[in-house]
């Protein structure tokens, strides 16, 4: 944590005296078993705290951090402490979808600004709700991009769709039924914290299925994956941003997962973009090269830390500052309709392949 320094009064977080600094919240899966997907995204907001800190002494900004394990139940008593809390300005989070709607009308009632660097389900900003923004693509961008890899790279007209029933992967799994159409041959609902895949396995086997689809998160995927290969099944293997974790290749295992490919709405960290190399920096701070969501996490986060800069240490002040927000970050320009959505025109999407046991970029996919 970095400390918060005298600029700001302590007070009610509505009744600051001085123009400077101010405390923000995080909150995500930083423990458990799909941390891998959020951490650094965490770690990217870390870093953009630290450089701002450093570069502006006079006006510190802190960052507390909360785990939730990506649990809605364990988000939702988050929430409440935070908006509660007077001396938190702004939120970053949440990371995963199910949290996020959780928590949205319980920040909004607190006049608090969620930025989201990685929660996608649609529905999050069709609810009229005032407080959620966030700087990726929905699942209308993703589920159609997959959708395209593969019935344009693979060429499948076989594919068997599957999906935890959260509300991440059950949304955009069903993107991706929609937009495949006739394609989809088969599909299945897995549960969270599922170990044994043999009945839905089985049915891929009858679908005659040359593409598998996951809908949902390194937990359930893994395992599944690793059965599928034990039980003869080659078929091709996809999955959304929920996959994106080392953890997916080391627990499905390195042959298993080899040439899996991984959706996502974000970015290779060597490809941010910014008046510095983001991928070096953040590789000798937290010893490796930055994972899933790690430069949209420093976007989120320096969305916030614009506002502070300029003066807006409020909850109301930094609300509206991230709703006229237009600035060009290390992922895109950042810019928010009316609904809290990033500019469409601005989200691209990357398919990363497992090679090797590691997951590495490997085309950008046309939404």
Same mark, same amino acid.
């Given at each position: ?43 990217? $907001? ?37 908006? @509660? ?11 995963? =979808? ?20 990685? $929660? ?28 395209? #890899? ?17 509300? #991440? ?8 039924? =929609? ?42 995927? @893994? ?20 996959? #994106?974790?080392? $953890?997916?290749?080391?627990? $499905? ?35 490796? @090269? ?78």
């Amino acid at each position: 944590m970095v400390a918060l320094a005298g600029c700001q009064t302590g007070g009610t977080g509505d009744n600051n005296q001085a123009k400077c600094g101010g405390k923000i919240a995080i909150f995500g899966a930083f423990s458990g078993g799909n941390a891998g997907i959020v951490t650094p995204s965490r770690d990217g $907001a870390k870093m953009a705290v630290e450089k701002f800190n450093a570069a502006n002494p006079n006006c510190k900004v802190t960052m507390v951090e909360f785990d939730t394990e990506g649990d809605p139940a364990k988000a939702t008593p988050v929430a409440a402490q935070v908006a @509660a809390d007077q001396s938190f300005v702004a939120v970053i989070g949440g990371h995963f =979808s199910g949290e996020s709607r959780a928590t949205m009308k319980t920040y909004e009632g607190g006049g608090l600004v969620m930025v989201s660097p990685s $929660a996608t389900a649609t529905d999050l900003t069709t609810t009229g709700n005032k407080s959620f923004h966030r700087v990726v693509g929905n699942d209308d961008s993703q589920g159609p991009a997959i959708a395209n #890899y593969i019935s344009k790279v693979w060429k499948s007209t076989k594919v068997f769709v599957t999906d935890d029933g959260s509300a #991440y992967g059950a949304a955009l799994a069903n993107t991706v039924k =929609s937009k495949l159409g006739t394609a989809v041959v088969g599909n299945d609902k897995v549960q969270e914290k599922q170990a044994d895949f043999a009945a839905t396995i089985a049915k891929v086997k009858t679908s005659g299925a040359d593409v598998v689809f996951h809908g949902g998160y390194v937990r359930e995927a @893994a395992p599944m994956l690793k059965q599928l290969r034990a039980a003869g099944v080659q078929a091709k293997f996809i999955g959304g941003d929920g996959l #994106y974790d080392p $953890a997916f290749a080391e627990s $499905a295992g390195k042959t298993e997962s080899e040439g899996a490919i991984v959706t996502c709405p974000c970015i290779a960290g060597d490809k941010a973009k910014g008046g510095f190399d983001f991928a070096a920096e953040f590789k000798t701070k937290f010893g490796s @090269a930055p994972g899933p969501y790690a430069a949209e996490g420093y976007d989120a986060a320096t969305v916030l830390l614009d506002g502070f800069k300029a003066g807006k240490t409020t909850r109301k002040e930094l609300l509206d500052w991230v709703d006229a927000y237009n600035k060009a970050g290390l992922t895109k320009t950042i810019k928010f309709d009316d609904k809290g959505e990033v500019d469409a025109a601005n989200v691209v999407i990357w398919a990363f392949k497992v090679t090797g046991g590691q997951v590495v970029a490997d085309q950008e996919i046309p939404k």
